[in-house]
């Protein structure tokens, strides 16, 4: 297939980007830099674009059978300032909308955009269970998960089949939160953040892309879909695992009050808890290689 992938020099894009060419796929990446359109030594062809200013090569898109979407500025990357958190906002609402609207309009749209989403979209949700029925919350990221998944709506009325991967946090030594946390750990000065009540749904690195490659494949499967191991377990549950596997001491928790000094409003979503269930993923049939926290810290580590 000729696979359009945003967010493809990420940790996640990455690794899609070469699990998608080890299989001989083509793959067109969407770049912002002129320098990395056109063939390049990959084997990926580069198609400009500029999601803030809702510019892009829809003559690039050509050919395209399916597209990933999973650009998007950082959740943890800074402090969420109101011009971070516009641009968490506006990198993600308005790339959709870019990429969902050139697709609606190819003379020969893709069968499926795997349109990104998170499971902020629930908001805090303490310890209840959550699947894809449950409604959103009504905190920053719920309502930018919202927004985000709404601004595929063109994809959709083209007929187009879109599915939101409300992914979880991705337990990997490359990027999002284990890339600063398992450092801490194999140092001995890891432990449990906050409480270490709150439920993390996390889900391993490998098994999210091959979620993601399932759901490119499975023609039945639309809407939004948890991308989340099926076993959600608490921070100090996970802290113990990493812990064991490391063979490291886990004897620093840090307090609440420290986490809302050092990181501002997003300590929120650090503390907070999501008890998410893939309801949806492993009814049509995925199976998960790291189902439980142990097998999913193992592989990242």
């Known amino acids: 297939m000729r696979i359009a992938v945003t967010g493809s020099t990420g940790f996640i894009g990455s690794a899609l980007v070469d699990s998608?060419?080890?299989?001989?796929?083509?793959?067109?990446?969407?770049?912002?830099?002129?320098?990395?359109?056109?063939?390049?030594a990959d084997g990926t062809t580069g198609v400009g674009w500029n999601p803030l200013r809702?510019?892009?090569?829809?003559?690039?898109?050509?050919?395209?059978?399916?597209?990933v979407h999973l650009a998007g500025a950082g959740v943890g990357d800074h402090r969420w300032?109101?011009?971070?958190?516009?641009?968490?906002?506006?990198?993600?609402?308005l790339g959709t909308e870019t990429l969902a609207a050139a697709l609606a309009k190819a003379a020969t749209p893709p069968r499926v955009l795997v349109s990104a989403s998170a499971v902020g979209y629930y908001g805090q949700t303490g310890d209840r269970v959550i699947t894809e029925s449950s409604p959103a919350g009504d905190d920053f990221l719920a309502g930018v998960c919202v927004e985000w998944e709404a601004a595929a709506r063109p994809a959709a009325d083209a007929g187009i089949r879109v599915v939101h991967p409300r992914t979880g946090l991705v337990l990997s030594t490359g990027g999002g939160a284990g890339a600063r946390l398992f450092p801490l750990f194999r140092l001995g000065l890891g432990g449990r953040l906050g409480s270490g009540a709150q439920?993390?749904?996390?889900?391993?690195?490998?098994?999210?892309?091959?979620?993601?490659?399932?759901l490119i494949d499975h023609q039945e499967v639309a809407g939004p879909v948890n991308l989340t191991a099926p076993e959600p377990v608490t921070n100090r549950e996970l802290t113990a695992a990493v812990g064991r596997v490391l063979g490291r001491p886990t004897p620093f928790p840090v307090p609440e009050t420290v986490l809302k000094a050092a990181l501002g409003e997003l300590a929120i979503e650090v503390a907070g808890?999501?008890?998410?269930?893939?309801e949806r993923l492993l009814e049509a049939g995925f199976r998960f290689r790291h189902p439980d926290v142990e097998s999913a810290v193992r592989a990242a580590l």
Not at 81 to 93: L, Q
């Open 20 to 40: 998608l060419l080890a299989d001989g796929h083509e793959v067109v990446r969407l770049v912002r830099h002129r320098s990395r359109t056109g063939p390049q």
């Open 54 to 67: 809702m510019e892009i090569d829809r003559a690039g898109l050509a050919g395209v059978e399916a597209a």
């Open 81 to 93: 300032t109101d011009a971070y958190k516009r641009e968490i906002r506006e990198s993600r609402v």
């Open 199 to 214: 439920y993390w749904s996390y889900i391993s690195l490998a098994d999210e892309i091959a979620a993601l490659r399932f």
């Open 273 to 278: 808890s999501h008890r998410v269930l893939p």
